[in-house]
C-alpha cells in the first residue's frame, strides 16, 4: 500500500532546531474528496521564516500546532485530481506542507510553467523568495536610478534577486554576505558592483569602502550588528526594507537592541516593515516582471538543492541560521 511520509512539530523547539522538535513518519495515503487534487511533491522549500511559523506568540500568521504538518511551500506534480482547474501531471506550487503527498482545494496553489523554469525555480526566484525581493525593492523601498542599495544575507534567496533587480533599476548595488566565496559570487556571477564579508571582521570599514557616497535604501535581510553598521551609514531620507531579521531567529531571549537608532531621527530615514503576502492582488504583476527578466537573461537564480529526503528536513533547515546554505535552500523528496 503507498503511504504518505509528514513531518509534524512534535514540540515548540528552544534556539536551533533539533530532530526532536519534529516527527517523521509514514502515514496513510491522502485521497482528495470532490474539488479536490492530490500533489506528489518533488521539492520542498526551506525558509528562515519557518522558524518563527513553530513559536508561539503573536505574528503575521498563526503558530503551526503541535502535532500539525509542518507548514511548508512545496511544489510537485498532480497526480489525482477531482478539481475543474487542476489536471493530472500539472506542476505547481503552493503551501502543501513538508509531507511527500498533499491533498489540495487549489487556494493559493499556481500552475508552474516548466518549460520557461525548471520546478525548484518556482520556489525561489520566480517563486515567494523573488516576489519578496520585487516589491520590498521597488513598493516598499522605492528604490531608484543613480541610488545605493546594500542588501543583507546577498546570496542567498531573496537577497540574489534584490540585488539584481537594483541593478536592472540602475541602482549601485552592494551585496553583504558571509565568506569570500559568497561574495565572489556576487560580483563575478551576478553583477553586483561590490560585496562585502560580514565575517571578515571589519564590517564598517568595507562598508563605507563600496559604499562611497552612503547608503540610500537597505533591504534588511539580517538584523543585529549587521542592521546596525548599515544603519550608521544611511543617507538623508533614505529607506530601510525591513523584510527580516535572520539573526535573531533561534534567540532564547531578547537579542540586544540597536545603537544607531538615532541615524533613524537625523537622517529622517523611513524604515517599513513588509510581508510579502500583504501584496498578493499584485503578484501577477511581479511575476510578468521576473519572468520576463528571466527569460531575457538579466536575472539568474542560485538554488541550492538537497536530496536528503524529508527525514533530513530539521537538520538542513539549520543550515539557514549558520550560513551553510548557498543559494535557495530546497529540499528534494
Ligand atoms: P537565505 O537564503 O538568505 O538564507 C539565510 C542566510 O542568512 C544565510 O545563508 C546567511 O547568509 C544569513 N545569516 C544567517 N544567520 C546570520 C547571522 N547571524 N548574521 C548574518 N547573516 C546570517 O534566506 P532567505 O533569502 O529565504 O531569507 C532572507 C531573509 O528574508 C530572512 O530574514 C527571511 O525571514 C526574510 N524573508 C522575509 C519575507 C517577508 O515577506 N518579509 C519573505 C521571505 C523571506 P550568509 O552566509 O551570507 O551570512
Not at 503527498?101 to 510553467?113: I, K, L, Q, T
Not at 523573488?130 to 543613480?146: D, I, K
Not at 541602482?171 to 560580514?198: M, N, Q, S, W
Request: glycine share 12%.
Amino acid at each position: 500500500m503507498k503511504t504518505n511520509t509528514v513531518v509534524r512539530l512534535a514540540r515548540r523547539p528552544r534556539g536551533a532546531v533539533t530532530t526532536e522538535d519534529f516527527t517523521v513518519r509514514d502515514e496513510p495515503m491522502p485521497e482528495p474528496g470532490e474539488g479536490e487534487f492530490r500533489v506528489a511533491t518533488r521539492y520542498v522549500s526551506l525558509d528562515p521564516a519557518m522558524r518563527g511559523w513553530v513559536n508561539e506568540g503573536r505574528s503575521y500568521v498563526p503558530p503551526v500546532g503541535i502535532g500539525d504538518v509542518m507548514r511548508a511551500f512545496a511544489a510537485g506534480h498532480v497526480e489525482a485530481s477531482r478539481h475543474p482547474r487542476f489536471r493530472e501531471g500539472d506542476a505547481v506550487t503552493g503551501l502543501f506542507g513538508a509531507q511527500a503527498f498533499a491533498v489540495s482545494d487549489g487556494e493559493g496553489v499556481s500552475v508552474a510553467d516548466t518549460s520557461l523554469a525548471p520546478l525548484p525555480t518556482w520556489l525561489g526566484g520566480l517563486g515567494m523568495p523573488g516576489l519578496t525581493a520585487y516589491f520590498g525593492l521597488l513598493e516598499v523601498a522605492r528604490a531608484s536610478r543613480g541610488e545605493t542599495v546594500v542588501v543583507s544575507a546577498a546570496s542567498g534567496a531573496v537577497g540574489q534577486v534584490v540585488g539584481q533587480i537594483a541593478g536592472i533599476v540602475g541602482c549601485r548595488t552592494v551585496g553583504i554576505a558571509g565568506g569570500p566565496r559568497k561574495c565572489e559570487f556576487l560580483t563575478a556571477e551576478l553583477g553586483f558592483d561590490a560585496a562585502v564579508d560580514h565575517r571578515g571582521g571589519s564590517l564598517r570599514e568595507d562598508l563605507a569602502t563600496a559604499c562611497p557616497q552612503g547608503i540610500d535604501v537597505d533591504f534588511e535581510n539580517v538584523g543585529g550588528p549587521v542592521f546596525d553598521t548599515v544603519l550608521a551609514q544611511m543617507n538623508r531620507f533614505g529607506r530601510v526594507a525591513l523584510c527580516g531579521l535572520v539573526s535573531t531567529y533561534n534567540a532564547t531571549e531578547a537579542p540586544p537592541g540597536l545603537k544607531n537608532v538615532r541615524a533613524i531621527l537625523v537622517m529622517r530615514l523611513d524604515v517599513r516593515g513588509f510581508i510579502v503576502f500583504d501584496f498578493r492582488e499584485r503578484y501577477d504583476e511581479a511575476l510578468q516582471a521576473l519572468a520576463g527578466w528571466y527569460k531575457e537573461g538579466r536575472l539568474r537564480f542560485r538554488e541550492d538543492i538537497r536530496a536528503d529526503g524529508l527525514s533530513a528536513f530539521p537538520t538542513v533547515l539549520g543550515e539557514l541560521f549558520t550560513g551553510a546554505n548557498f543559494g535557495k535552500l530546497i529540499l528534494e523528496l
